[in-house]
């Protein structure tokens, strides 16, 4: 069996045989065999074989954007659930300012909710950091939950879709990539409107075409495709 | 093989001959991972959540992810109405399944987490467990759980002295000519061909039961191809 690009395998399926094939991520070998180890997408890069699941639920991966909810604080700092198996651990040290260990819940309180950066995953837990731009709490705006497997639709080819929301309704927006979107913009209205267009791609991933119709959708709403103000210019959402 | 009493099926089917499948992926978005599996006139659907964190903790393994089945049948799924919750028979379908899924998943990456699989039968007509276990293993494929491989399930028996696969309600439960009937489910991994659950309800000689499991492994060949269509032509949809 020789693996195509792109192609869908299941668990124990053989993808390549031969001993010069490198198992990856998702994949393991038997004999001479790289089989597939989870259900996913196959990419061979050169001699390195893995699979990419296409479904099922978030897994932290480093340097992934994340949108979480802090629900514990501990002696050296904060316990936030994005939604994955464990919680995240955010220590004091990886915020951006000084912290008072007596008064932790004055920079982040219970319930707060926060963009961070996935800065190590092992197997006890992930750890996580919002020391750099475009990392930190989220004071306004709406946050609504897609799921992982739409992100890379609602980012678009090297951010364009997130690019044409943004310019259409002036929001400012982060696609966590744990499947959590933060919307924040002038208004409610515009907001609400971001959420429809977000909404609306999350209805259509499996279409082709989806840039066309998602243009179409945001004129039948009333609004320009074109270039509109943009309130803040530096979120990251726009990275995979 | 002797002659029996039972020469011809009440399905009008063949004595190999399974009833017809179909399946599909991804029936419950709002879930990590679903599936159904439907033969003849069983229906079973799986759902999967997690993996997440096990409550209560003195549940939790610090070295390895728990998976956790359970097993129901609808109140509806029979003519007569069956009493809904936890019963003998489905906390112990549940414990087999478990076992038999338990084989080929890998939650080591996973520790102090539990992976819930629940599979509801909304629909019976014999062979409830391994339609349940088809696609429970859909699912967890679908949840992106890593796994050795898939399994496959099929229940096969003998009917008199005639050996069939894949008995309905009426060769399973309401045959009692001659020898009656036994009724054998087992799950077959898909790659090592291994046996991952077996049971055995009635009578049976050595070499008979060595023909059935012949007939199992060459049916469970059949259910892994309707389990793989249905997972590779997902076309990306749902969740």
């Known amino acids: 069996m020789v693996a195509e690009k792109r192609q869908i395998v299941i668990p124990g399926e053989t993808i390549v045989s031969g001993n010069e094939f490198l198992p990856g991520d998702g994949v393991y070998r038997d004999g001479d065999d790289v089989v597939a180890g989870v259900y996913g997408i196959v990419n061979v890069f050169e001699k390195h074989v893995r699979v990419s699941p296409i479904s099922g639920a978030y897994y932290p991966r480093r340097g992934n954007t994340i949108i979480g909810t802090i629900v514990d604080i501990t002696f050296n700092g904060w316990l936030i659930d994005f939604g994955g198996a464990q919680n995240a651990f955010l220590p004091v040290a990886e915020v951006p300012r000084y912290i008072n260990k007596n008064e932790m819940q004055e920079f982040l309180d219970f319930g707060e909710s926060v963009i961070i950066k ?16 475009g990392y930190g709490k989220i004071g306004g705006g709406m946050i609504i939950s897609v799921g992982p497997n739409k992100v890379p639709r609602i980012i678009g080819k090297e951010g364009s879709m997130v690019k044409l929301i943004k310019g259409a309704t002036g929001c400012d927006i982060t696609v966590g990539q744990n499947g959590k979107v933060w919307i924040y913009g002038k208004d409610t209205d515009s907001e609400v409107t971001a959420r429809k267009i977000i909404e609306f791609i999350a209805d259509n991933v499996t279409v082709a075409g989806l840039t066309k119709k998602v243009e179409n959708f945001i004129r039948e709403l009333g609004l320009k495709t074109g270039s509109v103000e943009i309130i803040a210019e530096d979120t990251d959402g726009g990275e995979q | 093989m002797a002659k029996g009493l039972y020469t011809k099926r009440n399905s009008g089917r063949k004595m190999d001959e399974v009833r017809p499948m179909s399946a599909k992926v991804g029936i419950v978005p709002s879930a990590d991972g679903s599936a159904m599996f439907e033969t003849g006139k069983t229906r079973a659907i799986a759902v999967v959540r997690g993996p997440r964190t096990l409550h209560p903790q003195h549940l939790q393994n610090a070295q390895t992810g728990i998976l956790r089945v359970s097993y129901g049948m609808m109140p509806f799924s029979v003519s007569d109405r069956i009493r809904p919750g936890p019963n003998r028979r489905s906390e112990e379908i549940s414990k087999v399944s478990e076992w038999a899924l ?34 429970a293993a859909m699912a967890l494929a679908h949840a992106g759980i890593p796994m050795k491989e898939m399994v496959s399930a099929i229940g096969v028996g003998k009917i008199d002295k ?32 291994n046996v991952a659950l077996l049971q055995l309800d009635g ?14 492994k060459k049916a469970c060949n059949e259910i892994l191809k309707v389990q793989m269509e249905a997972l590779k032509n997902i076309g990306g949809s749902n969740e």
């Open chain 2, 102 to 135: 338990s084989s080929v998943v890998d939650l080591s990456g996973f520790p102090n987490t539990v992976v819930d699989v629940f599979i509801q039968i909304p629909q019976a007509d014999a062979g409830t467990r391994v339609a349940g276990l088809n696609a």
């Open chain 2, 162 to 193: 005639t050996l069939v696969v894949d008995l309905d309600k009426y060769e399973d439960s309401d045959y009692h000519e001659g020898e009656g009937s036994t009724d054998i489910p087992v799950v077959v991994t898909s790659r090592t061909k």
């Open chain 1, 118 to 133: 996935v800065w190590d995953v092992k197997s006890r837990g992930v750890d996580v950091s919002m020391k750099m731009r």
């Open chain 2, 203 to 216: 009578k049976i000689s050595i070499p008979e039961f060595k023909e059935t499991m012949e007939m199992a």
